[in-house]
């Protein structure tokens, strides 16, 4: 690789643009940006996550999910095609392994259940909004099909995850309880 960023600051964004993979300029603010960054964020919370020292079975899984972030933000910035329709399915495996050992669901959640938890939750949300841009960017550039699967089933994986950290940990997860309807 070499040295790759042998300078961080290039000043080429100064003007409100940023370049992609292809070599186009679009502005900061265009939804496929907005993509790439809402993945580079859910890429720092799993960062997060892994400091809260899961298990290591779970460990092992966030470290592989950080590095196709990286694969998809890529593709996500122009360049060919790197997210493989295998990594889907080896999320549904992960996420039938981890959810095999959990008690079934009868309420929704709230979020939380210790620290690893907890921030397994928020990047669960993010990688959600992560989904509802990249629907947004397909309407008007494209996004393959396999992207928007993937990070339609990481988002589960991630709420399973989140519910197998909180009982590792031995806490508690908060159901909702939802407040009757007002009369």
Known sequence: MGHRLSRIYTRTGDGGT????DG???????PRV???GDVDELNSLLGIV???EPPPEVAAVLARLQH???ELGAELAAAPPRLEAEWTTRLEQDLDRFNDTLPPLREFLLPGGGGGAAYCHLARAVCRRTERRAWTLAAEDEVR???????NRLSDLL???ARFLARAAGDAETLWHPRPPPA
């Open 159 to 161: 709420f399973v995850i």
């Open 145 to 151: 099909p396999e992207t928007l699967r993937y990070l």
């Open 18 to 21: 940023t370049g992609l993979a």
């Open 68 to 70: 196709e972030l990286f």
């Open 24 to 30: 186009r300029r679009v502005r900061k603010d265009h």
């Open 34 to 36: 907005a993509v790439m």
């Open 50 to 52: 892994l400091v809260h």
